[in-house]
């Protein structure tokens, strides 16, 4: 099966960048999308196909993707994107999420 | 806009049965894979089932198969999740999920969620 590697935990000061990587064997070669979790919302699709904003979705949200590791970064991380976010890949028709990491903004 | 309401979740006894349903609107609905997804306490995201846009295609996480069969009614705008021979293990909050495409379980992200429906087995 694959697994893909999320931190459990990342920090970043208000106003600053924040960077949470999903890493996976030859993850470059798949398609990743990210999600954000709030507890008692629904999860919320904020980057699809590696670099992708759904509409709604701020701008301060990018992605990239390449060799081992998908990477999320928030600039100018907000006290309203303080969640989890949790990758996602699709590997011989099973889809395949990341532990999650919780993003602390401080 | 997108709207996906979960029912039929509960506290159930191990080897016993509970079916999920999860209503959509705002969206066509025939024309879209659905999923199934869960997440037990303290843990994350872990895919259970897709359905393609018109049922002919299902796919499955090993855990589940064999006991968890998963459905659509075009009719209702209704997407099921049949669970049999439930095990402590399957104690979680399920979501369903629209699929971006036709869900054949290749390369599509979940773009809309419902916010869950929790289910827990226990004796």
């Known amino acids: 099966s694959y697994d893909l590697t999320q931190p459990l935990s990342v920090s970043v000061a208000l106003g600053q960048t924040a960077t949470i990587t999903c890493g996976g064997k030859k993850i470059g070669e798949k398609n990743v999308h990210w999600y954000q979790l709030k507890p008692g919302q629904a999860p919320v699709l904020v980057l699809y196909r590696d670099l992708n904003r759904p509409p709604g979705i701020p701008g301060r949200f990018s992605g990239s993707n390449s060799g081992n590791t998908a990477t999320l970064t928030i600039s100018g991380a907000q006290a309203g994107d303080e969640a989890d976010y949790s990758c996602q890949v699709w590997d011989s028709y099973t889809a395949v999420f990341g532990g999650g990491t919780k993003l602390t903004v401080l | 806009q997108v709207l996906l309401v979960e029912s039929g979740g509960g506290v159930v006894q191990p080897g016993k049965s509970l079916r999920l349903s999860c209503v959509a609107s705002g969206f066509t609905f025939s024309s879209y894979g659905m999923h199934w997804v869960r997440q037990a306490p303290g843990k994350g995201l872990e895919w259970v089932a897709v359905?393609?846009?018109?049922?002919?295609?299902?796919y499955y996480v090993d855990s589940v198969k064999g006991r968890f069969t998963i459905s659509r009614d075009k009719s209702k705008n209704t997407v099921y999740l049949q669970m049999n021979s439930l095990r402590g293990e399957d104690t979680a909050l399920y979501y369903c999920?629209?699929?971006?495409?036709?869900?054949?379980?290749?390369?599509?992200?979940?773009?809309?969620w419902g916010q869950g429906t929790q289910v827990t087995v226990s004796s």
């Open positions: 359905i393609s846009f018109n049922g002919d295609e299902k």
């Open positions: 999920a629209k699929d971006e495409g036709s869900g054949s379980g290749t390369s599509e992200a979940l773009d809309s």
